[in-house]
């Protein structure tokens, strides 16, 4: 008993302090409260950080609840712009329409260190959005207004290298997400001359990187990542750069996921190399493959496959039942480094053919290659496959060791993105040869 009413107080408590926090944000969007907003969104936004994470959950709820437009008040406008498009009509419906919150959420932007806040509230939204899809509007007004104050124009591309502060280097080696930098030994190698590292900066973030890419310099579109990853390698003169390869990109801030950043950097990180080193005549990547595995070993209908020409479906058939026959009917085998090795050419050849398949066939889909819908979309074109280019414990789990290298060839980007939205992958002759 005693338990039951220290929990209904708990319960209590808890109310409380969810129903004076939606007060604050109501005095914020008050007129009183636009005078006073900074005081007002300071305390407001170290209250919410205070909050359990039941709380949270409440505050979350009640803001697509409770802050969201009249429906009414939008269906009379929307009737009235209907009858009468005209530019005062329109002005009315769009303020109308908009959720308050959005407005809630600018106001809270104002107070100092508010930007990080709004990101990381984001951040924890977005942990409940797929458990609870009603929250799916409130994280469009995030996304909305994140979009907007990050927008590229806004961002700074600063070079990262050996005399940055330590504490970006730290942030660095923490948040590389793709190969994991094994210490600053590591790190040192991967800031050398021939290799480069670029992030984007927000000025309301100035010491926190929002994105980094890392770059090797090589005489050829490499076909591995060891080599390039391999921290007691030499470094390389620079009468042999001929290529930039983007072989790592990596996302520091979650509560920014869906907010281009990457496409842009990457072309920009493109335009400086170009600047600075004329040499550079190809700018390509060495990317992995992280939904292969799991798609091959789905057994999807390979005849079903968007695009497919005459025979292509019965020679992926084929290349499947051989692929079988080779692992004794269970695909997941060629995950190991053995398995992989003791192929022989024609069980390869079939392996490529069905990578090849998935990277032209599925990636514009909503079930695509992540990475691979990020660099075509991104108006990349598919260039090469290189099996065992990533015999890792990771590459081999996630795409038995293919990699593939995307193109970046700035004079096409743009036709190559626009056939992408219309559903056709630019890939070369190398990869059409394989299918």
């Given at each position: 008993?005693?338990e039951?009413?220290?929990n209904?107080?708990?319960?209590?408590?808890?109310?409380?302090?969810?129903?004076s926090?939606?007060?604050?944000?109501?005095?914020?969007?008050?007129?009183?409260?636009?005078?006073?907003s900074?005081?007002?969104?300071?305390g407001?936004?170290?209250?919410?950080?205070?909050?359990?994470?039941?709380?949270?959950?409440?505050?979350?709820?009640?803001?697509s609840?409770?802050?969201?437009?009249?429906?009414?008040?939008?269906?009379?406008?929307?009737?009235?712009?209907?009858?009468?498009?005209?530019?005062?009509?329109?002005?009315?419906?769009?303020?109308?329409?908009?959720?308050?919150?959005?407005?809630?959420?600018?106001?809270?932007?104002?107070?100092?260190?508010?930007?990080?806040?709004i990101?990381?509230?984001?951040?924890?939204?977005?942990?409940?959005?797929?458990?609870?899809?009603?929250?799916?509007a409130?994280?469009?007004?995030?996304?909305?207004?994140?979009?907007?104050?990050?927008?590229?124009?806004?961002?700074?591309?600063?070079?990262?290298?050996?005399?940055?502060?330590?504490?970006?280097?730290?942030?660095?080696?923490?948040?590389?997400?793709?190969?994991?930098?094994?210490?600053?030994?590591?790190?040192?190698?991967?800031?050398?001359?021939?290799?480069?590292?670029?992030?984007?900066?927000?000025?309301?973030?100035?010491d926190?990187?929002?994105?980094?890419?890392?770059?090797?310099?090589?005489?050829?579109?490499?076909?591995?990542i060891?080599?390039?990853?391999?921290?007691?390698?030499?470094?390389?003169?620079?009468?042999?750069?001929?290529?930039?390869?983007?072989?790592?990109?990596?996302n520091?801030?979650?509560?920014?996921?869906?907010?281009?950043?990457g496409?842009?950097?990457?072309?920009?990180?493109?335009?400086?190399?170009?600047?600075?080193?004329?040499?550079?005549?190809?700018?390509?990547t060495?990317?992995p493959?992280p939904?292969f595995?799991t798609?091959?070993?789905?057994r999807?209908?390979?005849?079903?496959?968007?695009?497919?020409k005459?025979?292509e479906?019965?020679?992926?058939?084929q290349?499947?039942?051989?692929?079988?026959?080779?692992?004794?009917?269970?695909?997941?085998?060629?995950a190991?480094?053995?398995?992989?090795?003791?192929?022989?050419?024609?069980?390869?050849?079939?392996?490529?053919r069905?990578?090849?398949?998935?990277?032209?066939?599925?990636?514009?889909?909503?079930?695509?290659?992540?990475?691979?819908?990020?660099h075509?979309?991104?108006?990349?074109?598919?260039?090469?496959?290189?099996?065992?280019?990533?015999?890792?414990?990771?590459?081999?789990?996630?795409?038995?060791?293919m990699?593939?290298?995307?193109?970046?060839?700035?004079?096409?980007?743009?036709t190559?993105?626009?056939?992408?939205?219309?559903?056709d992958?630019?890939?070369?002759?190398?990869?059409?040869?394989?299918?």
């Open positions: 008993m005693l039951g009413l220290k209904a107080a708990r319960r209590a408590g808890n109310d409380r302090a969810l129903r926090l939606m007060l604050d944000c109501r005095r914020l969007l008050s007129e009183r409260g636009e005078a006073n900074v005081a007002i969104a300071s407001l936004v170290a209250r919410f950080s205070n909050l359990a994470d039941d709380q949270q959950a409440g505050f979350f709820e009640r803001l609840r409770d802050f969201s437009p009249d429906p009414k008040a939008v269906l009379s406008v929307a009737q009235a712009y209907a009858d009468e498009p005209s530019a005062d009509n329109l002005i009315r419906l769009t303020h109308l329409a908009e959720p308050p919150r959005q407005e809630l959420l600018r106001r809270i932007n104002r107070t100092p260190g508010g930007t990080a806040h990101v990381s509230m984001r951040r924890k939204l977005l942990a409940r959005v797929k458990a609870q899809p009603e929250l799916r409130l994280e469009a007004d995030f996304l909305h207004l994140l979009s907007s104050w990050f927008n590229p124009g806004f961002l700074q591309m600063q070079k990262v290298d050996w005399r940055s502060p330590a504490q970006l280097l730290e942030q660095i080696i923490h948040h590389e997400a793709v190969h994991e930098i094994d210490g600053w030994d590591d790190l040192r190698r991967r800031l050398q001359p021939d290799r480069r590292c670029f992030a984007f900066f927000h000025p309301q973030l100035p926190e990187p929002l994105i980094f890419v890392e770059v090797a310099l090589l005489p050829e579109m490499p076909g591995a060891a080599p390039l990853i391999d921290k007691n390698s030499q470094p390389l003169p620079p009468d042999q750069f001929k290529v930039a390869a983007f072989y790592s990109i990596s520091c801030q979650p509560g920014l996921k869906g907010v281009s950043l496409n842009f950097l990457i072309k920009r990180v493109a335009e400086q190399l170009k600047r600075e080193l004329p040499q550079l005549k190809t700018f390509c060495l990317s493959i939904g595995a798609w091959l070993t789905s999807s209908d390979l005849a079903a496959l968007p695009g497919l005459r025979g479906a019965e020679r992926l058939v290349a499947r039942e051989l692929l079988d026959e080779a692992s004794g009917g269970d695909l997941a085998t060629l190991t480094a053995a398995t992989l090795n003791g192929l022989a050419e024609a069980e390869r050849e079939a392996l490529a069905l990578c090849a398949a998935y990277l032209v066939h599925v990636s514009t889909t909503p079930g695509g290659d992540a990475v691979a819908r990020f075509l979309d991104n108006g990349a074109r598919l260039e090469r496959l290189n099996p065992s280019g990533n015999l890792s414990r990771k590459g081999l789990k996630q795409s038995f060791g990699m593939v290298n995307y193109l970046y060839d700035l004079q096409k980007v743009e190559s993105h626009e056939k992408f939205t219309q559903g992958v630019a890939h070369s002759r190398a990869v059409a040869a394989l299918l």
